[in-house]
């Protein structure tokens, strides 16, 4: 299958700092979606992005669809306790049929 | 606002029995699939569904799944003959195939002893 990695693996930050985190794909994608899951439930959709070079925000996040097609990044500003989770990029090729996940970068917010 | 959801949340087996994994997609939503987690590991693809029909399926979903819409709402996944590495979270998505977007369910935890 697709290999599509995160960095970091995983965040230790204080409240209030800003966090950036990358995922890059060894092939070209037309959607990338931003997801968040927390211990126990599913991923919740944050971000969708269709397009190369779109900037997306919702509320304090911020997701970019790289111009290569083959990466996309998640910025969240002033970060809160409740921002405490697994963040997974998601990927998809035209014509298919399927997402392929990101290996995850678990953010910790230290209050 | 609508949301996938899926039944049992938390199902426990005995090795080579037959589980049946539920999902309710959203009701407008016209692509279905099914995706597992190991613990601490990524959301692996698993198969999608449209039409009535398998569109793409993973290596992970061989002889031993089967995946079916009984009805006009329900999607479900079999595993025939459970194995040990079959425990995992096991996600029902559905999309409307328009924007793109795939929402999941809450998951049920398979557990296989």
């Known amino acids: 299958g697709q290999q599509l990695n995160q960095s970091p693996q995983s965040m230790f930050i204080q409240e209030g700092e800003d966090v950036s985190m990358n995922c890059t794909s060894s092939s070209i994608f037309n959607t990338w979606l931003w997801y968040k899951q927390e211990p126990g439930e599913g991923p919740v959709l944050l971000i969708a992005l269709y397009k190369a070079g779109e900037l997306t925000s919702n509320g304090r996040l911020t997701a970019q669809f790289g111009i290569t097609r083959k990466d996309s990044f998640l910025n969240i500003s002033a970060s809160i306790p409740s921002d405490v989770g697994i963040y997974f990029c998601?990927?998809?090729?035209?014509?298919?049929?399927?997402?392929?996940f990101g290996t995850g970068t678990s953010l910790t917010v230290i209050p | 606002e609508p949301e996938v959801t899926q039944t049992p949340s938390h199902q426990v087996t005995q090795m080579g029995q037959e589980v049946i994994l539920r999902c309710v997609p959203i009701s407008n939503h016209l692509y279905f699939y099914w995706y597992r987690q190991i613990l601490g590991q990524k959301v692996e693809f698993l198969v999608s569904f449209y039409n009535n029909e398998i569109s793409e399926k993973s290596e992970i979903f061989d002889d031993q799944f089967s995946v079916e819409r009984p009805d006009g709402s329900n999607f479900t996944l079999k595993i025939r003959s459970t194995k040990l590495e079959d425990s995992a979270m096991y996600f029902c998505?559905?999309?409307?195939?328009?924007?793109?977007?795939?929402?999941f369910g809450s998951g049920t935890q398979l557990s296989v002893l």
């Open positions: 998601a990927g998809m090729s035209r014509g298919r049929l399927q997402f392929y």
């Open positions: 998505a559905s999309g409307d195939g328009l924007n793109e977007k795939l929402f």
